[in-house]
């Protein structure tokens, strides 16, 4: 995953949440429950669940381990998870 999650990823045309199209300017970001690209909408219907913030934590510290690029670098799969990105 780590290493080809921009190519898969990043252009993605359908959020796989709720299946809604994104287009070439539309903002996604990656979901921290299935790292799958998802639209902003679903986004802040994840950050509601009772559980967001526990799986966040898991995700940063295994998503570290696995990348082994710091968190804070916008060219890594970590950040992402975080901030929205454009095709």
């Known amino acids: ?3 080809d ?3 898969r990823l990043s252009c993605a045309i359908q959020c796989q949440r709720c299946e809604g199209r994104l287009d ?3 903002e996604r970001i990656l ?3 299935d790292h799958q690209a998802i639209c902003m909408r679903c986004k802040k219907d994840e950050e509601k669940r ?3 913030e526990e799986i966040s934590k898991q995700m940063i510290g ?3 381990i696995d ?3 710091q968190y804070g670098d916008p060219e890594g799969y970590c950040y992402h998870h975080f901030y929205p990105f454009k095709c």
Do not use: F, G, I, R
Request: proline share 5%; glycine share 0%.
């Open 1 to 3: 995953m780590k290493d």
């Open 5 to 7: 999650w921009a190519t």
């Open 24 to 26: 070439a300017k539309a």
């Open 31 to 33: 979901s921290v429950y």
């Open 50 to 52: 009772p559980d967001y």
């Open 62 to 64: 295994q998503c570290l």
């Open 67 to 69: 990348t082994e690029v």
